[in-house]
């Protein structure tokens, strides 16, 4: 989805210096809590983070989505978990303001702008929408000029704080979305916690038994959801996971050249060792190739080129497989220390794991990439 805008080059900026000064120090806290602070979040919104590709007149600062990219890998590199509730933030942004009414736009786009109100995006159920996300149990029945929602959402990132949910659900004329505020009666937020990585993005269980939406809800054409605002979303999540995937690389290397630089082991550091020297030469090179890679996707959207769909999905298969490896080589490299709490590498290890299934999975993306391969040389 083209988001024809100006870029803002500070943002980038100031959202590295948010992660180094503000972010990454407390990381490993937030990760223990399981949670983000509401201060936190609050300075969030004060730095003009949550949407900040949304246009000024709603509110945000005309941020290209290349720009964005960027900011998600400076946050991604300070924390996973508040990476995640951007991500799922700008789903929900995105689509309100590709696909909303005028209304829905001038009800929703200043609040989800500014982070007065924030969003989730509810697909994933407990026994449909998996891989398969075209697959929901949740039904929307049309009613006299109203919907009535039942279903059951899991593993909704930021559902424990959402004051919006962008939800999916089957009806008689195909899949639609609803904008559904979290206060609507009938709606039961339950949080899932002990979660393996990303554990401070506050992941919820959204139940909608009996929920009654105005004819108003209905996001975007009716019975067409999957193949517009399902798509849409899930590719502007893909992109944001890659990039976090690259934040995550960029501070496992710093974490491995700060480490060895300072630890000794038979008579001298670490970092002169050719063993230790090879794994930090490949996370240089995974780091280096996985940006180009968010970049290439990135200036595809701008531009508005359908080629940034498959572009986007290899961004996200190397650089959360690429995260993953440099994430497990860290560990290795911290030894001892880096099972224990007191350095970044345990949780950037166990955050990785979860790029590689997040927003489509590693085996996913293999069937989906080589798909593209064969299509292109049977033409």
Known sequence: MPVKTVAEPALPVTAGRFADEEIAPRANEFDRAEEIPAEVLRRVGELG??????????????????????????????????????????????SVHRWGSDDQQARWLPALATGAVRGAFCLTEPDHSGSDATAAGTRAVAGDGHWILNGRKTWITGGRIAGLFLVFASSGTGMNAFLVPADRPGVRV??????????????????????????????????????????????????????????????????????????????????????????????????DAAWLLCEKAGRLKDAGDPATIMATWVAKYFASTAAARAASDAVQIHGANGCGPDYPVARLYRDAKVMEIIEGSTQIQELTIAGEAYREVTQ
């Not at 393996?196 to 996001?219: C, I, K, Q, Y």
């Open 49 to 94: 983070l949550w949407a900040p590709f949304l246009p000024a007149e709603a509110g945000g600062a005309g941020l290209d989505l290349l720009g964005l990219g960027q900011v998600h890998a400076e946050i991604g590199r300070g924390c996973s978990s508040l990476r995640s509730l951007l991500t799922v933030h700008t789903m929900v942004s995105a």
């Open 190 to 287: 339950t949080p899932v916690r002990h979660m393996l990585g990303t554990t401070a993005s506050m992941l919820a269980t959204v139940e909608f038994d009996e929920v009654r939406l105005g004819t108003e809800a209905l996001l975007g054409p009716p019975g067409w959801a999957a193949g517009t605002v399902m798509t849409g979303a899930l590719d502007l999540g893909r992109y944001s996971v890659a990039c976090g995937s690259v934040g995550i690389l960029r501070a496992a290397l710093a974490a491995c050249a700060d480490y060895t630089s300072k630890r000794s082991a038979g008579g001298g550091l670490l970092r002169d060792l050719p063993a230790i020297r090879a794994k930090i030469s490949d996370m240089v090179t995974a780091r």
